[in-house]
């Protein structure tokens, strides 16, 4: 009976040690409240409009004025998340889509913020809307999100998110699964 009851002691501590250590695991590195994460940007209306004039100047054809606000080690994330361009290559691929699409354009409207701690410290603007473009005929029109972050007035971190599936649905690809898969 007493190591019964030792058994059932040593497992009712085992198990409120681990419920403790686990609730404090999860809470430990969230913080608790929005302000304690974000702030308001310092630099708001200057860093919204590096991203506007930015996006503009892109979707408008000036791939040397879009250049001019991101800095020299500018890494570019997305559609997908192992996507990565630095400069040279993120300037090739609006290049190539000069080439290939007509009717370029861009609705968007644009938030941002500080965060205040941790590997994406900074001054961040968010910018969502819609592109379109016309390719082989076929105009594509589709929504999207971009993440820039800003540091000394350049863009050196940005964040794009959009349904590629979709564009190439549009455009008439079809996806084909792997032979034998299900």
């Not at 080439?99 to 900074?122: D, I, P, Y």
Request: glycine letters at 8%.
């Amino acid at each position: 009976m007493k190591k019964i009851l030792k058994s059932c002691l040593l497992i009712a501590v085992s198990l409120a040690v681990f419920s403790i250590a686990k609730v404090e695991a999860q809470t430990s590195n969230t913080p608790t409240h929005y302000k304690d994460m974000v702030s308001e940007n310092p630099s708001a209306d200057a860093d919204i409009k590096i991203v506007s004039d930015f996006t503009n100047a892109l979707v408008g054809g000036d791939i040397d004025k879009a250049k001019s606000f991101l800095a020299s080690n500018c890494i570019n994330f997305g559609p997908g998340p192992t996507d990565s361009t630095n400069v040279a290559q993120f300037v090739d691929q609006w290049q190539a889509n000069y080439k290939s699409q007509s009717n370029r354009q861009v609705g968007f409207v644009a938030a941002t913020f500080h965060v205040k701690t941790g590997n994406l410290q900074g001054n961040w603007v968010a910018a969502w809307g819609d592109y379109t473009f016309t390719a082989n005929g076929i105009t594509v029109k589709f929504p999207y999100h971009s993440s820039y972050h800003i540091t000394k007035g350049k863009i050196d971190v940005s964040r794009i998110y959009y349904d590629q599936l979709y564009i190439f649905k549009t455009l008439g690809y079809t996806l084909t699964p792997p032979a034998g898969g299900k």
